[in-house]
């Protein structure tokens, strides 16, 4: 950890308004804990949410933050890491907002591999216009608007990230702070685009994903010495086993190339597109 910087320097003075026993206030203060122990610090860190309970995590840390719109929060974390690519840049959502309207900019994002972090809030509902079912709610889930639940199976965040060639999956659970922290870490010092998809139980609206459910399903591959997060034969079976609720860095490709360096970008954007309009780029570093 930076000798000058405390998690709790990221901290903005805005009190949360999630509900009590959120487990998006794990999921933050792990975030908060990765960004101090890999050495970053406020001012150069930067980041972006979109929409819902998820979107409001810019207001409660301290930091560079924009709030975007429904689904769009990549792309203009993408725009930032690219304009400014000194600044941290880390990405946060939810379920709803990453795996349904953004899935698109979700596959774009992972397969272009810009370096930076994207963490997701899974709760499995849309607890912010509350409780629809999600992208990734069970087929049997009832709720209000699917009184017999969607009847379709919920999507797999994690083969989507492989699929597109990600190279860093993993998966955390809010409230095993320790591990949860650890696993940001890695995504954040991972050179690429660094996925988390966190359990983060939604304490109001859904009382099948709970505390107690994750605490009894999940399966830590930190306890499994056979793992092998660069085997991608080895993650995409687990990532497929539908049976079991893993928690670890799944697959990690440490040869992977970020964008950056694959279109030549350094750190002061000097490599600018023949054509691009006069002052554009000054335009951008001076917003960013």
């Not at 509900?19 to 150069?44: I, Y």
């Not at 900019?105 to 912010?128: E, P, Q």
């Not at 994903?209 to 993650?235: C, N, Q």
Request: hydrophobic content about 35%.
């Amino acid at each position: 950890m930076s000798s000058e910087v405390r998690f709790t320097d990221f901290k903005s003075d805005k009190q949360p308004t999630w509900c009590p026993g959120c487990g998006d206030f794990g999921t933050m203060n792990g975030m908060m804990k990765a960004l101090a122990e890999t050495g970053n610090d406020p001012d150069n860190t930067f980041v972006v949410a979109g929409i819902g309970c998820s979107g409001k995590i810019g207001t409660y840390m301290h930091s560079y933050a924009l709030h975007g719109v429904h689904g769009r929060a990549l792309p203009v974390g993408t725009g930032v890491k690219l304009a400014n690519p000194d600044l941290e840049v880390m990405v946060a959502g939810g379920d709803g907002d990453g795996y349904s309207i953004g899935v698109g900019h979700f596959i774009h994002a992972v397969r272009r591999n810009v370096d930076m972090t994207y963490v997701v809030m899974d709760n499995r509902i849309y607890g912010l216009t509350k409780g629809q079912a999600s992208p990734t709610s069970r087929e049997d889930f009832e709720t209000s608007t699917t009184p017999e639940g969607p009847k379709q199976p919920p999507v797999n965040p994690l083969a989507l990230a492989l699929s597109a060639g990600g190279s860093f999956i993993a998966q955390s659970f809010s409230t095993d702070a320790q591990r949860h922290t650890e696993i940001v870490q890695q995504a954040i010092e991972h050179d690429g685009f660094g996925f988390v998809n966190v359990f983060s139980p939604c304490v109001t609206f859904n009382d099948v994903d709970t505390y107690d459910y994750f605490r009894d399903s999940i399966v830590d591959l930190g306890d499994d010495e056979d793992h092998d997060p660069t085997d991608r034969e080895a993650a995409k079976t687990k990532i497929l086993d539908a049976d079991k609720e893993y928690q670890g860095v799944l697959y990690q490709n440490e040869e992977s190339v970020p964008y950056s360096d694959l279109h030549g970008l350094d750190s002061n954007m000097a490599d600018i597109p023949d054509g691009a309009p006069e002052g554009a780029m000054d335009l951008v570093r001076e917003f960013y």
